[in-house]
């Protein structure tokens, strides 16, 4: 079946750091890979998607290139705000049944001014 | 108005008590799904509903039970609610292709 896996956090960072967050997927055929954000004490947002292999997905200076031959979907920023601070979930739709989305674990960031 | 709202969006509950959340969505999607995340951040599917006639079981259905009662509309409900229930709970809807989820804001339920 399909699974996602993400690297453990927290993250702490310092603000105007570099961030990067792993994530790795396992799925049959061409899955859709998206980012989402969850800040505190609200619902998942949709931050960014790539739906098919080289696409890169950006949004709000947040960037994720799908990579296929890696099976990889790593998140990075150039410069993060203390505004970053939250959870990110990476998930894909597969060609389960419905597509219906798989999620990784979560991965929380914290930036420090 | 939210595109998925959540009522409500914090109850405390005694153990043994029949309680009820619900789920409204203004996208005009088919698919509606129920999500519970417990500290530690995952989140884990309870139901999913493909369409007003479809349900079907997720991961941990187990103690909870939906009603679709319209394209619109999708309610949980804890029979008997139990502390380890205790959780937040989020309803998220999709249409069929691959455009992600909309999810609601959460509910908040603490069972004592």
């Known amino acids: 079946g399909n699974s996602v896996t993400q690297m453990e956090g927290p993250v702490t960072l310092s603000e105007e750091a570099f961030l990067t967050i792993n994530c790795t997927y396992t799925?049959?055929?061409?899955?859709?890979l998206f980012w989402y954000v969850q800040y505190p004490g609200e619902g998942l947002q949709l931050l960014l998607k790539a739906t098919k292999a080289d696409d890169k997905g950006s949004n709000k200076g947040f960037e994720a290139t799908y990579r296929k031959e890696t099976t990889s979907f790593h998140l990075e920023k150039g410069s993060v705000q203390v505004s970053d601070s939250a959870v990110y979930f990476c998930?894909?739709?597969?060609?389960?049944?419905?597509?219906?989305?798989?999620f990784g674990g979560g991965t929380r960031l914290m930036v420090k001014p | 108005d939210a595109d998925v709202t959540q009522t409500p969006r914090n109850r405390i509950t005694k153990t043994g008590k029949r309680i009820m959340l619900e789920c409204s969505q203004t996208k005009g999607h088919d698919r509606m799904y129920w999500y519970r995340q417990d500290p530690g951040l995952g989140l884990r599917l309870i139901y999913y509903s493909f369409d007003v006639k479809d349900i079907n079981k997720g991961e941990i259905s187990d103690g909870y039970s939906v009603s679709r009662q319209a394209q619109a509309k999708f309610s949980l409900s804890l029979e008997s609610a139990i502390p380890n229930q205790t959780a937040l709970y989020f309803c998220a809807t999709s249409d069929s292709g691959t455009h992600g989820y909309t999810f609601g804001s959460g509910t908040r339920l603490t069972v004592v």
């Open positions: 799925a049959t055929g061409y899955p859709s």
């Open positions: 998930a894909l739709t597969g060609n389960n049944a419905g597509n219906m989305l798989t």
